[in-house]
């Protein structure tokens, strides 16, 4: 799975020019540690245009009555977005991109976390494949905006550490990117037949160690991404 994840420094201005979208930078700060629940900006299109917005991470689908799901659905197994009810209408319709400046996964060992960085050798970004929904109240008083990010098998250079539940963040290419977020393109066979949903190179990644500060959603510095001694 992919349970948590941040945006650096560099977000800002690399989302910018890697994703093209029109925004305020200083509306979107950096989040050293990004767990489900919280509000983080996704790329999506309407009418043809691109935007940037802040949205609940953690899918309401369209069939709850009061907005708030028994199950969190921060993720949506490859191989379920186009058959279980809480996706497969977003997959149909309403595909996003979640941009990352990294992830985090852990390793278990002895009863202990152990946490690990992920990140992309040429991008700053890493544009997780995401279903997004807008959630309405019958009456209309109540709206939330809320996402989930794609998960597929793990390649692997997270598979030796993601020893628990083998599972990675679906990563995008730019070479993606508008036919992923094309509201029109509902075609979902020919988009689960296309190879989007693959492991991501394992030559295009790496990881290094990282604080177990991590495991704790109430810890965000920048030190959280720094490299540590590796683990025993």
């Not at 700060?29 to 935007?51: H, K, W």
């Not at 997004?132 to 019958?138: D, P, T, V």
């Not at 997270?158 to 963040?169: D, Q, T, Y």
């Not at 992923?180 to 190179?201: C, M, Q, R």
Request: hydrophobic fraction near 30%.
């Amino acid at each position: 799975m992919c349970g948590r994840y941040w945006r650096d420094i560099k977000f800002q201005e690399a989302c910018k020019d890697m994703l093209e979208v029109p925004f305020d930078i200083d509306e979107i700060l950096p989040n050293f540690n990004v767990a489900p629940t919280t509000q983080n900006p996704i790329v999506l299109q309407r009418n043809g245009s691109r935007s940037i917005e802040m949205f609940r991470w953690g899918l309401v689908p369209p069939y709850e009555k009061e907005g708030k799901p028994k199950y969190p659905y921060i993720n949506a197994r490859k191989e379920k977005v186009d058959s279980h009810g809480a996706y497969k209408t977003s997959f149909k319709k309403y595909r996003c991109i979640v941009p990352a400046s990294g992830f985090y996964e852990w390793r278990k060992k002895d009863g202990n976390s152990y946490p690990y960085a992920f990140r992309l050798k040429d991008s700053e970004i890493v544009p997780f494949a995401g279903l997004y929904y807008i959630w309405e109240s019958k009456d209309g008083s109540k709206k939330i905006p809320s996402f989930t990010i794609i998960t597929t098998d793990n390649n692997q250079t997270v598979g030796e550490v993601h020893n628990s539940k083998p599972r990675m963040p679906v990563i995008l290419t730019e070479e993606d990117f508008d036919w992923w977020l094309d509201p029109e393109n509902k075609n979902t066979k020919a988009i689960k037949e296309s190879g989007v949903f693959e492991p991501y190179p394992d030559d295009g990644m790496y990881r290094y160690p990282v604080s177990q500060k991590v495991n704790n959603v109430r810890n965000n510095e920048p030190d959280l991404i720094e490299e540590v001694d590796e683990w025993e």
